[in-house]
């Protein structure tokens, strides 16, 4: 499976490079790494033919076949450690500025009630600062990424898991999103959304995988989330979901610490 997998990966950096995008995409489009004409390019290379030339090259940039084609050796592993702490300081920083005046929340602050969500549940600000720190964290490493490792990471990628087979199965954001439009929310019971997964070239054969944490107030460690009662994971965390499921060890980042297992 894995010489097939090399294989097919050849044919398509050959016939048309075609990589994921660069980093100046909105929100909406790093979301979807996967649901993208580079995606239709990857599994059929007659779709290249159709993405403009500077797509092309903006794909094709900092990657070579043989790089596209390498395990990741440790050396490798540390690069990408190194960004995702990078921008995990750099989305702390920047929000903090933006809505603190660059300071550091204090534990009255991070409980705080904002505002409300769209089911009148409180909004607290370590919410509102966690979700705001994640999209800049999101796109700092979209654009490093894009740059450095083009067609091998993806990004809030979603993933479904049959718990009695092992089957995994990749679920795009439209998916999802008609599911919920539909009434079908519960067909996203028990899918795992990791920030950042690193792959070669395929999402269901991972190489690593990072999710960031922003601790409020910053004093409070950093943890995986445990999943409720009644869930099909209940008594679980995130992180060993994300090890059984994909297979691999996942990376908790957190400004200032950095990546850990």
Same mark, same amino acid.
């Given at each position: 499976?894995?010489?097939?997998?090399?294989?097919?990966?050849?044919?398509?950096?050959?016939?048309?490079?075609?990589?994921?995008?660069?980093?100046?995409?909105?929100?909406?489009?790093?979301?979807?790494?996967?649901?993208?004409?580079?995606?239709?390019?990857?599994?059929?290379?007659?779709?290249?033919?159709?993405?403009?030339?500077?797509?092309?090259?903006?794909?094709?940039?900092?990657?070579?076949?043989?790089?596209?084609?390498?395990?990741?050796?440790?050396?490798?592993?540390?690069?990408?450690?190194?960004?995702?702490?990078?921008?995990?300081?750099?989305?702390?920083?920047?929000?903090?500025?933006?809505?603190?005046?660059?300071?550091?929340?204090?534990?009255? #602050?991070? !409980?705080?009630?904002? &505002? *409300?969500?769209?089911?009148?549940?409180? =909004?607290?600000?370590?919410?509102? /600062?966690?979700? %705001?720190?994640?999209?800049?964290?999101?796109?700092?490493?979209?654009?490093?990424?894009?740059?450095?490792?083009?067609?091998?990471?993806?990004?809030?990628?979603?993933?479904?898991?049959?718990?009695?087979?092992?089957?995994?199965?990749?679920?795009?954001?439209?998916?999802?999103?008609?599911?919920?439009?539909?009434? #079908?929310? !519960?067909?996203?019971? &028990? *899918?795992?959304?990791?920030?950042?997964? =690193?792959?070669?070239?395929?999402? /269901?054969?991972? %190489?690593?995988?990072?999710?960031?944490?922003?601790?409020?107030?910053?004093?409070?460690?950093?943890?995986?989330?445990?999943?409720?009662?009644?869930?099909?994971?209940?008594?679980?965390?995130?992180?060993?979901?994300?090890?059984?499921?994909?297979?691999?060890?996942?990376?908790?980042?957190?400004?200032?610490?950095?990546?850990?297992?």
């Amino acid at each position: 499976m894995r010489v097939r997998h090399i294989a097919a990966v050849l044919g398509w950096l050959l016939l048309c490079g075609c990589q994921s995008a660069g980093g100046s995409q909105t929100r909406r489009e790093y979301q979807q790494t996967l649901d993208s004409g580079t995606n239709a390019c990857r599994h059929n290379p007659a779709y290249c033919a159709a993405m403009p030339a500077s797509v092309r090259t903006t794909a094709q940039a900092g990657a070579s076949v043989a790089g596209a084609l390498k395990v990741m050796d440790a050396a490798a592993r540390a690069s990408i450690r190194e960004v995702m702490q990078e921008c995990a300081d750099k989305a702390d920083s920047e929000v903090n500025l933006r809505l603190l005046d660059g300071k550091t929340p204090t534990a009255q #602050q991070c !409980g705080e009630q904002v &505002g *409300t969500d769209a089911e009148g549940k409180p =909004i607290t600000r370590a919410m509102q /600062l966690g979700r %705001e720190k994640h999209e800049v964290a999101l796109r700092c490493v979209q654009a490093r990424l894009s740059a450095e490792w083009p067609g091998r990471f993806s990004l809030e990628q979603r993933y479904g898991y049959d718990m009695k087979t092992g089957a995994l199965r990749l679920i795009t954001r439209a998916q999802a999103e008609a599911w919920l439009r539909s009434g #079908q929310a !519960g067909q996203l019971l &028990g *899918t795992i959304i990791p920030d950042v997964v =690193i792959h070669l070239g395929e999402p /269901l054969e991972p %190489e690593a995988a990072f999710d960031f944490k922003f601790p409020c107030p910053i004093s409070n460690p950093a943890s995986w989330r445990r999943y409720p009662r009644n869930h099909p994971y209940e008594g679980k965390t995130q992180g060993q979901m994300y090890e059984q499921v994909l297979g691999i060890r996942p990376w908790l980042v957190v400004p200032i610490l950095g990546a850990s297992q």
